[in-house]
């Protein structure tokens, strides 16, 4: 009898065979269909011979699931985790269990993609709205966005903002010495390329100075709750307008900013039930006045109707948006928060209005008990706060000396001073340890609480109500929330129940071993400015998975600081900007972005103050080598850089890209390539050695990182070694590691390391998949698209195909003939999809009236196969439709996708069956996803703009209206 060796056994343990969807048998079937016999000989017949990487990745090899697990604890085990009492924006909170797993842990919420398609994606837009009431009541603002990535960039962004909508001529912007460090920080990279000056001064200076806008923090750093109203009242009376970072626990004690004067609210979310993770991810937020609304960055849910004229969420004003406005947008965001807003919002559920009320009045009795009990025994606090003490004129390094040996940071402030930032997770003996560290000896603490007053000055009390929705008031049992997240996660499609084809957004799989640690104590409990001796692991974990995209991508640093893809575009076009002044050519800033990219990258040059002109593409989709290089010529003086995303938009691996590499270098500038497509690359060809000296990735697409419904997202830039030193800097200045900056760029995000917790998905994903896993993860992302394309030639026109007619890693299917013959559009097929229980691909982009299709290597041939059947019986209908069989006006495409109350109505309206309707292939009879709504109403949507929760009384049956 025949045995298995052993090797062979242990080889079916590896984690590739669970990441990567088709076995060997099939993945042998689908290269017979696309005419080829070997992965390696389909590679060979894509990739051009210019740019193929000799050799494998010097990586280590592949690691199973349990042994990788068992690595990344010992590394974990390397982070102390202390009580942190440091504050500056961030504070301790308990993420609700039922939040933790049912939000946080639940892959019907992280694998969601951005709501784009609004019919399939209520669920979590409901849960935004809530998040947009939440921020909107709590600051008492009119309108709120969906997020945005840090309450640091949210400042950039409200100063932005401030910029777009003031009336004063002034060039100024003034920002109070109050705003957190790391704000300014941000702050100050974000402005000087816009030609924005910063003023920085005491909130006194604020009411004279002639500022287009100005930022004040509410409570500021240290902990006072300052009395705004004169200063608003002066900048406004000068034409200025008045932006506000705060706190929003801290607004449900005192007077919000939008009673006072404020135009313009931010802040963090953080406390609301995400935990510090080293500095991320959390969701910021941005409100302001209605006026604003046109001109406000980020995502915004707004509410319509659908095609039955019910209620309908969608994301509304979308023309703001990079992807439609490009360099005239109002901010280069894409990714933002969404997963992180969503947890908030649910946080305010859970606990109500008054259940917030009661915490933070309860950390506000703490901290004033604890400010008495030292002012009592001779120390000196200041007055007038909610949770934060400046404690001041003690020998700060004895204190914190003390402080380390009870496991206990405070913030560092100088020589004298320190401050103490109490929050939801403090207790009694947290109170008694902190007081013991002044040589103080609290005593009874019920004693002390009944003769202590409150801190709040009380001019500033609040006395507004907030969150008097239903749904702030509902769901406070956890059955009542255990449920709301069920109907909500049940409305939409994520990866848990079907594949997500996007085009460029590469939605793989997200596996539970590479997300199980993101939640572990060591990763989730460590302050960003907690001591460099207690977060070693981290600092390991981070210098592996840096060496690791190094090798990757053939450059030689990498910044992990960007919480975005656009943040790293933003990063690297600044390194390329620091790079030419350093050798005394400033004065390049002209920008080439060919037509088909993405929104970002000429919004993100726009931020850097270069001018984006645009190049064409020829008739293959390839980038014009003709007209690049008579643009190169003609701005050769002003030459910056040339942002080119490879392989292209288009899904093909352009040959000529070394040489358009070396017209750009011979006419002075920098080649940045966007590294949305790495997921065609890696272990096949490496950007960093055919010329490239720049690229952001997207750890969010090709890393495995989910895209929890529109971020988080981590968006490395990663650089030759020239550009190195121009990487964004540490907020602390003796951290130096290979991907911080030598401090000649600023930062571009709150965080040292950005989204620090949610890097250890994307080590596990490159550790157990090791240098061979990541190769082939590759070459079948190359071969399901091509099976896809192969397989539905017959009906649908591949639109642009490189070498050997095939295809990259996605393929653009053209229905413009379609439309042309039978009226159908390519939103007709993306909503008819949702009948088959599809996420639809990417809807026109780059071109539009087509459809991009990514499968990944995740996908199984099974899913590519019921995917492909979907989209031949869509083909079906059409050819129905031009041939009379189907209406033209009254068909299943016009009116995808049938809700179960439209299709089980008593009178039925249509040309066309109900089961044709329903149930357009037999298997979907044994499994069904019913859209909650009918087709949404956009026009509808953008001339009623309403972005806050629903009042209940519009659910009314819009028959008995
Ligand atoms: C996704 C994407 C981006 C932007 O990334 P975000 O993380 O959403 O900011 C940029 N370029 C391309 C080609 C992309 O597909």
Not at 436 to 441: I, P, Q, S
Not at 874 to 880: F, G, K, N, Y
Request: with cysteine; glycine share 8%.
């Amino acid at each position: 009898m025949s045995r298995e060796s052993l090797r062979s056994l242990e080889h079916h343990d590896a984690f590739l065979e669970r990441h990567i969807g088709p076995n060997d048998a099939e993945i042998a079937q689908m290269l017979r269909e696309v005419g080829h016999d070997s992965l390696d000989a389909l590679t060979a017949a894509i990739v051009p011979d210019s740019i193929k990487a000799t050799g494998g990745l010097a990586l280590p090899p592949p690691v199973s699931e349990v042994d990788a697990l068992a690595k990344l604890r010992r590394i974990a085990e390397r982070n102390e985790v202390f009580r942190s009492f440091i504050g500056q924006g961030y504070y301790g909170t308990h993420v609700p269990n039922v939040i933790l797993r049912n939000i946080l842990e639940n892959p019907a919420w992280y694998t969601a993609y951005t709501p784009y398609q609004a019919e399939i994606s209520q669920g979590r837009m409901e849960a935004l709205i809530n998040f947009q009431t939440m921020c909107a009541d709590l600051t008492g603002m009119e309108i709120a966005n969906a997020s945005l990535l840090d309450e640091a960039t949210a400042c950039a962004e409200a100063m932005t903002l401030a910029r777009r909508s003031s009336k004063a001529k002034s060039n100024v912007f003034f920002v109070s010495r109050g705003v957190h460090p790391q704000s300014i920080a941000v702050l100050r990279t974000r402005a000087e390329p816009l030609g924005i000056e910063l003023v920085i001064g005491d909130d006194a200076e604020a009411a004279g100075t002639e500022a287009f806008g100005v930022l004040l923090q509410y409570p500021d750093t240290f902990g006072a709750v300052n009395d705004y109203r004169a200063v608003a009242e002066a900048v406004h009376a000068r034409g200025g307008l008045v932006a506000v970072a705060t706190d929003l626990l801290a607004l449900t004690l005192i007077a919000p900013p939008g009673e006072w004067g404020a135009d313009i609210v931010v802040g963090s979310t953080q406390r609301f039930g995400v935990p510090f993770g080293f500095g991320g991810p959390h969701a910021a937020f941005m409100a302001c006045r209605d006026a604003f609304k046109r001109s406000m960055p980020g995502r915004l849910i707004g509410v319509s109707i659908d095609a039955e004229g019910r209620p309908a969420y969608r994301l509304t004003l979308q023309t703001r948006e990079q992807h439609i406005r490009r360099e005239k947008a109002t901010s280069n965001i894409c990714t933002a928060q969404v997963l992180l807003a969503v947890m908030a919002s649910m946080y305010a559920v859970w606990h109500g209005p008054d259940g917030l009320k009661r915490i933070a009045t309860r950390t506000h009795r703490y901290a004033a008990m604890l400010a008495h009990a030292l002012r009592e025994a001779g120390v000196a606090v200041g007055d007038g706060f909610f949770d934060t003490l400046h404690v001041t004129g003690v020998d700060a390094e004895q204190i914190h000396n003390y402080a380390s040996r009870a496991r206990i940071n405070l913030r560092k402030i100088d020589a004298t001073s320190v401050g103490i930032a109490l929050d939801e997770t403090t207790t009694r003996a947290d109170v008694e340890a902190l007081a013991r560290l002044f040589g103080v000896a609290v005593g009874d603490l019920d004693a002390l609480d009944a003769r202590v007053d409150d801190a709040l000055p009380p001019a500033l009390v609040r006395r507004s109500p907030y969150l008097q929705h239903p749904v702030f008031n509902t769901h406070h049992s956890e059955h009542e929330l255990l449920r709301y997240l069920r109907t909500l996660a049940d409305k939409d499609l994520a990866m848990d129940r079907t594949m997500i084809p996007l085009g460029s957004c590469t939605m793989k799989l997200n596996a539970t071993a590479e997300m199980i640690p993101v939640t572990w104590p060591e990763f989730a409990n460590i302050h960003p400015l907690a001591p460099a001796s207690q977060w070693s692991g981290y600092r390991q974990m981070i210098e592996e998975l840096e060496a690791m995209l190094v090798e990757c991508t053939g450059y030689d640093a990498v910044s992990l600081q960007p919480n975005s893809g656009a943040q790293g575009e933003y990063a690297g076009l600044l390194a390329i900007r620091a790079y030419h002044a350093s050798r005394g050519e400033a004065h390049r800033d002209v920008c080439l972005i060919p037509d088909s990219a993405h929104g970002t990258n000429p919004a993100s040059a726009q931020m850097c103050g270069m001018t984006v002109v645009v190049t064409k593409t020829d008739a293959n989709g390839n980038v014009d080598v003709e007209d690049l290089r008579r643009a190169a010529e003609k701005y050769s003086d002003r030459l910056a850089a040339l942002m080119v995303t490879y392989p292209s938009t288009h899904g093909v691996f352009e040959e000529d890209i070394v040489e358009i590499c070396e017209i750009v270098h011979a006419h002075g500038g920098q080649v940045y390539t966007d590294g949305a497509n790495m997921n065609a690359l890696v272990g096949v060809a490496k950007p960093g050695k055919w010329g490239s000296d720049v690229s952001h990735l997207n750890l969010h697409k090709t890393f495995c990182i989910p895209h929890g419904g529109g971020g988080p997202g981590v968006g490395p830039c990663a650089v030759k070694a020239h550009l190195a030193p121009f990487l964004p800097r540490a907020l602390v200045d003796d951290v130096r590691t290979p991907g911080v900056g030598d401090g000649s760029t600023g930062m571009v995000s709150a965080a040292t390391w950005g989204s620090a917790s949610i890097l250890p998905i994307s080590w596990m994903y490159i550790t157990m998949m090791g240098a061979a896993g990541l190769r082939r993860a590759t070459q079948v992302a190359l071969l399901n698209a091509n099976y896809i394309a192969k397989r539905l030639a017959p009906h649908y026109a591949t639109l642009y195909t490189g070498r050997n007619g095939l295809v990259a890693h996605e393929c653009i299917l053209d229905l413009r003939p379609l439309k042309d013959e039978t009226g159908v559009s390519a939103e007709d097929v993306a909503k008819r999809l949702i009948d088959f229980g599809f996420h639809a691909p990417t809807l026109s982009f780059p071109v539009a009236g087509t459809l991009m299709v990514e499968p990944t290597e995740s996908e199984s041939k099974h899913e590519l196969d019921r995917f492909v059947d979907a989209m031949i019986q869509i083909r079906d209908e059409i050819r129905a439709i031009a041939d009379g069989r189907l209406d033209r006006d009254d068909n299943p495409l016009r009116h995808a996708p049938h809700t179960a109350a439209v299709v089980s109505a008593s009178e039925w309206k249509h040309a066309y069956p109900r089961e044709l309707a329903a149930f357009p292939l037999p298997s979907l009879r044994q499994g069904k996803y019913w859209p909650p709504v009918a087709r949404v109403d956009n026009v509808y949507g953008d001339k009623n703009v309403m972005c806050a929760c629903i009042p209940i009384d519009a659910y009314a049956d819009p028959a008995d209206a």
